[in-house]
């Protein structure tokens, strides 16, 4: 079994409207000094197959086919 961990977030550049609103209500909370807020998704993932670098090739086309839109996020993977 091989866990891993698939962050995706938006690329540099693309508006952020819910990080934008995050970034105002904790202002609102009354924590200052938020200079930007970017909001992501996280997926923890186990998969059967035991060797690395194939899991690592199979979460990459999970990633290019259905957890990431590759237009406009990137995304990272961490096996351990």
């Known amino acids: 079994m091989t866990k891993a961990r698939v962050i995706v977030t938006l690329k540099n550049g693309v508006l952020d409207p ?3 609103a995050i970034e105002s209500a904790l202002g609102g ?4 000094g938020v200079a930007g807020v ?3 998704k996280v997926f923890d993932v186990v998969l ?5 670098a194939k ?5 990459r086309k999970m990633c290019e086919q ?8 990137d995304f990272s993977i961490s096996i351990g």
């Open 18 to 20: 819910q990080g934008k």
């Open 29 to 32: 909370l009354g924590f200052a």
């Open 38 to 40: 970017r909001q992501g």
């Open 48 to 52: 059967e197959e035991t060797d690395p």
């Open 55 to 59: 899991a690592e090739e199979a979460l």
């Open 66 to 73: 259905l957890l990431a839109n590759t237009v406009i996020e």
